[in-house]
Structure formats: C-alpha cells, structure tokens
C-alpha cells in the first residue's frame, strides 16, 4: 500500500477551509509570517509553496525576504518585530539559514505561542513533558500517516533512524506517546541492518538518498520515509531503497508525494491552532 502524503494533506487542507469559512465574522482571519534569508533556490520554492497553501485554504499570509547579509541583531529584531505584532499569528523561519547564523539562537527568539515550526525549546519541552503545545510539523504529518491508515502503534517496536531536533527526536517522542517500543538510530548505531529488521514500523529521517535497504526489513513492516535527496540524474529519492522496500512493506510512502505535503499541511493546522489560542476560541 502506498501512503500517498498528497491525498491526505488535500483531504486535511479541504477540512480547513470549510473550518475557516466558518471562522467568526468579528475576529481576524489566522495569519502566517514567513522569513527568508538569502536566495537558496530551494527555500524559495518551499516558501512559495507555503505562501500558496495559505491563500487556497483562506489563511493571511506574508514573506519577508532579507538579505544574504542580514546579520544576527537584525534577524532578531525582525523576529521581535513579529512577535510583537497583533496581526501575526504563527511565525515561520525557514531553514536552512546562511552559515553567519546561529539558528538555534535566532529560533530562541520566537514567541512559543507563535512558533508553528514547533522547534521553539519551550515547545520541545512540552512535547517531551506530554503537555499541549505546538509540536513539529514534519513528525505530526508522521503520525497522521500512520492514524489514516488506523494504525495501532500500542506495543509496537518503531525504529526511527535519524536523531535530529527537527525529526527523529521529536516523532519518538510522539510514538512513545502511543506506547510504542521506541529505537533511535543515528551514524553510531552498530549493525543497523539487524535493528531495522525488528522493526513493525521505521520512519527515516536521515538526509542520506537510499540508505535503508528494502532488504533489512521485516515483512509487512510500515515504512515513513522523510528524506528528500537528488541524485547524480536529477531525480528525487528517499532515505529508503524504495523499489525493494515496497515488496517487503505493508504500507510506504513515496518520495516525493508522500511526507513533504503533510508537513505543509500540518503547518496550516498549526496556524490556526495558534490563532485560536491566541483569541481564546475552542480547539
């Protein structure tokens, strides 16, 4: 079975505009400000994609592009500018940001109540605590994979391979929520081949194209590939061997078409989950 990412993030974005239509005539509609540094080709196509997901589902939307040079103080003081700003629901920063830039510090910066990337450490924290807050979007679109296809995580090992803030922690941090067995494996993990192989469901998040072979696997396994990485011919692979990870899995994703739309996706919900927080309105 594929999980085709697509669908369900048009199934989810069709929800929220209907939602959104029915938003209170008296109160402003949710709005997203994004920040772009520098001129990465790839960042502006994230961005703009963002921008243009915003506007189909009814959710104001605004970049602001500086400069390759901007410097720390700046990017803080812009950052400070929107979190004080009324009209400015969630705040994006999109990475990665040029090499002069601590991103760590300049995502400190970031009202909690506003960081719809959910990397803020107060809302790290949160989720790791258990408590509501908002949480990452690239796990959260993890986990609505698995819940479209009414997967019971309860007592299930999941290896996740990859131990970065802004996947691999997090969703182990979701999955142990849903009581399942929870592995991480990164570049220091010994015999990752055998780890993979107990495993009922793996979700790569690595960055490393075709680095889980669909040979490791165990049969029927669920498979959640993050990664997104070009090869030598131009096209886009995952951090799974795809073609033989398919025979072996009982669902995958593709790539693309499979996690990329639901993280998009997950940060329109985040938006408006903030704005209604931020106004008092049930959630």
């Known amino acids: 079975m594929l999980l085709q990412g697509r669908a369900l993030a048009k199934k989810i974005r069709m929800q929220l505009k209907a939602d959104l239509l029915a938003w209170p005539e008296e109160l402003r509609r949710p709005g997203l400000d994004v920040i772009l540094v520098g001129d990465d080709p790839a960042s502006e196509?994230?961005?703009?994609?963002?921008?243009?997901?915003?506007?189909?589902?009814?959710?104001?939307?605004?970049?602001?592009?500086?400069?390759?040079s901007t410097t720390q103080e700046a990017l803080h003081a812009k950052l400070q500018a929107l979190n004080e700003d009324d009209l400015v629901d969630g705040i994006l920063l999109q990475l990665p940001l040029p090499g002069h830039l601590d991103s760590d510090l300049a995502i400190q910066m970031i009202d909690p109540a506003k960081d719809v990337d959910g990397l803020h450490p107060t809302n790290l924290g949160r989720l790791f605590a258990g408590l509501p807050?908002?949480?990452?979007?690239?796990?959260?679109?993890?986990?609505?994979?698995?819940?479209?296809?009414?997967?019971?995580?309860?007592?299930?090992?999941?290896?996740v391979v990859g131990r970065s803030i802004l996947v691999g922690r997090p969703v182990a941090a979701m999955l142990l929520k849903k009581n399942a067995t929870v592995t991480i494996c990164h570049s220091h993990t010994e015999n990752l081949p055998d780890v993979i192989a107990q495993a009922d469901v793996v979700i790569a998040a690595v960055g490393k194209a075709e680095l889980v072979k669909g040979e490791w696997l165990k049969e029927g396994a669920v498979v959640i590939d993050v990664g997104i990485n070009r090869i030598e011919d131009g096209s886009l692979v995952g951090d799974v061997e795809f073609a033989t990870a398919q025979e072996r899995a009982s669902a995958i994703t593709p790539v693309p078409g499979g996690v990329g739309p639901m993280t998009i996706a997950q940060l329109l919900l985040n938006t408006v989950l903030a704005a209604k927080r931020r106004r008092n309105l049930s959630v």
């Open 45 to 68: 196509v994230y961005v703009k994609s963002k921008g243009k997901a915003c506007e189909r589902a009814g959710i104001r939307s605004n970049i602001h592009i500086l400069p390759e």
């Open 133 to 159: 807050a908002l949480y990452p979007c690239t796990p959260l679109g993890c986990m609505s994979l698995l819940e479209s296809i009414d997967y019971d995580l309860k007592g299930k090992k999941a290896v």
